[in-house]
């Protein structure tokens, strides 16, 4: 059974940077494609970026595209999520989730398609 375990969330200021980490047990790359989701106070869950490394794929959301990079370290089975120049609209509760390897895409990543997500952790963006 998959298990994912996010790390590195935090307070910081707007225009500064975090690293999410996404340790995943028994996970198989070839089998799934594994990124991130965020959901604010009061807002659906939407998908930020996934990354399917058996379909070549990679997939932002408009509204981090140049500011958020998803990367893998398949040597230690975690994914991360480098951001820079956060925003107090990228406050949020982060998952990690991973879905099936041919859904890396807009509107494929999507919250219903989600095999395994992650307990979440929180960034704040302040002012």
Known sequence: EVQLVESGGGL???GGSLR????ASEFSYGDNAIGWFRQAPGKEREG???WSSSY???YYVD???GRFTISS???KSTIYLQM????PEDTAVYYCATTAPFLCFPGGYHPGAVRVWGQGTQVTVSS
């Open 63 to 65: 509204a981090v595209k």
């Open 48 to 50: 930020v970026a996934c």
């Open 20 to 23: 999410l980490s996404c340790a």
């Open 12 to 14: 910081v200021q707007a």
């Open 84 to 87: 820079n120049n956060l925003k």
């Open 73 to 75: 370290d398949n040597a």
């Open 56 to 58: 070549g794929s990679t």
